[in-house]
């Protein structure tokens, strides 16, 4: 058989083998592109490869492939406050002219008056007591409905950006690639699960029965006939510290055998995590990018890391910079 | 074409128009068959087509195709007590030798005794006593190999079966039914759930992190290096009544479209489901066989069933006779 240079056959036979060529070394998608190269990804990709790999040593069936992230600092920002208590403080505000007893009480006055210093004085105990009062009251759908109002109008000072744009790209990606391994992915935050539940779904992709969060006591009333459930000024469980592993096993009943957090509030439950038998994978993502986000850890209000610093190396669990370990922090405005 | 009757060839047109006419009339397979057929089979079923029908009126998403089910009295007996307290009774008797105090102190006393009349009169704080002191002390590793060991080997009193043996294949069948078409199944327990986590998964093929139960608060401990959860004697959340539409909507955080219960204790789950807008399907199974199981309901210690035996009507849910509508009740012994 001959063929002319210019045939289409000829174009044709180039064409299959140059495809071969391209095939015989292909590269799969790489799953994490917001990763740069690096020991962290490597670490990620190589546990993921091990606990999959049917017959391999290190397998875990589907059903234990439970994978558990921190919210806050996690997977998205918690800078200059936690999320969730610039809702609250904005709430406290909006809520003031019918609770005057606030103007002279504290913590409400220093909320008032956005005096952070005598807020950050005021330490948990005082931080809980204004998200109580300023979630109470309301049904968990009314609830829900002014937490959705705030978010799709609330700016975060520095960014200018919804808050709902601050999730951390490659973490984002993390969830998916997880998922696409057969991981069950929850969330384990130190913020309220009904703050969280309106949002994060369609943020992360974690249907609304596999987050886990603090909460208030709720109560069962009929009004009208119609059944509801009134948010009470009261904390039902603090799922922060060792309050995480008592949430995750509450609410899976299994160990997870991977584990996401940034702070101190999530040691234990990198610790129950990684200290059971088998391959385990713990992280801790290193807030060390003041440019493209906050740099802190040690000496921080919100997102305190100290003794997760000092224990990742010996424990085994992987220090993810933000600066060097990921392209970008943000997606790109919408 | 001539075929003689006795050749190959003619069986062969034979089998195929056999076969033509049997699939004209071809049934599905009964996805029930423990089921006799009835108006409640019949509700169960179209209930069931209609959320499933794409383009239906009635159509419900997957994901929201959420099915609650109570356990004592709905999945297996709870006659002549829960099968949780005839552990703790075992468990209070065993430990009793450590614990001399108990000798002359109630509900201790009786539970010793066995003097079931004084036990009655102790009432729901009594018997939570008698659990949360039976079952404390125990990490939840440990309690789980206790309730494991007893399982093995306790035998129902009047059936002298593994209690394990006596859930209703009923309700087995109606769970997997669920499940075949796309339902998320959930057991909503007013028993504990570390309890229930022993035995659940694989007598009803519902995994750990979808049951919902009540709990005793758990501390985190690190013994030797290695994390254990302990049980604490004090209750964290009472399942039961009004606490189950809040440990629903804590644990799921959707609002089920079914409910499955067959005491007051599960009206208020009942009522939570079937009062919001769409297609809901609310069922109350009704213990009236004395020969195959026990009849009670109005009077009753242990599932008492009142107020839904009243209002069920009304509320247009569907009362399951387990005389008439249970083909069989258990599944044959092993």
Not at 12 to 17: E, K, N, S, Y
Not at 59 to 85: C, H, K
Not at 121 to 126: C, F, Q, V
Not at 208 to 237: T, W
Request: glycine share 8%; charged share 25%; proline share 7%.
């Amino acid at each position: 058989m001959s063929i002319d240079s210019s045939s289409p056959a000829r174009w044709f036979v180039a064409a299959v083998l140059a495809f071969a060529a391209l095939a015989a070394h292909a590269q799969p998608a790489d799953p994490l592109p917001s990763w740069n190269a690096g020991t962290s990804k490597a670490r990620i990709v190589a546990f993921v490869q091990a606990v999959t790999e049917p017959g391999g040593k290190d397998f875990v069936a589907p059903a234990d492939r439970i994978a558990v992230f921190d919210n806050d600092g996690t997977l998205w920002s918690e800078q200059p406050m936690y999320f969730q208590l610039a809702f609250a403080l904005d709430r406290v505000r909006a809520l003031a002219p019918k609770r005057p007893e606030w103007k002279t009480k504290q913590p409400f006055k220093a909320a008032i008056e956005g005096d952070m210093k005598t807020l950050a004085a005021a330490g948990e105990r005082g931080l809980l007591e204004l998200v109580a009062a300023s979630h109470a009251g309301l049904t968990t759908d009314e609830f829900a409905a002014v937490v959705k109002d705030w978010l799709a109008t609330a700016r975060h000072p520095k960014l200018e950006r919804p808050y709902t744009e601050l999730t951390f790209a490659p973490m984002v990606e993390l969830l998916a690639y997880l998922r696409a391994n057969g991981f069950q992915t929850w969330i384990v935050s130190g913020g309220g699960i009904e703050f969280m539940r309106v949002f994060a779904e369609q943020a992360y992709g974690v249907p609304p029965q596999q987050m886990i969060g603090s909460s208030l006591d709720l109560k069962y009333e009929v009004r009208n006939g119609k059944p509801v459930l009134v948010q009470q000024p009261k904390a039902a469980f603090i799922d922060d510290k060792a309050g995480k592993p008592v949430g995750i096993h509450k609410a899976i009943g299994k160990r997870p055998i991977a584990a996401f957090g940034n702070s101190d509030g999530d040691f234990q439950m990198l610790e129950w995590t990684t200290s059971a038998p088998g391959a385990r994978l713990g992280v801790i993502v290193h807030h060390d990018d003041a440019e493209r986000e906050y740099a802190y850890d040690r000496k921080s209000p919100f997102g305190k890391l100290d003794r997760g610093l000092d224990e990742a190396g010996p424990r085994g669990w992987t220090r993810v910079s933000m600066k060097n370990d990921w392209k970008q922090v943000y997606a790109p405005a919408r």
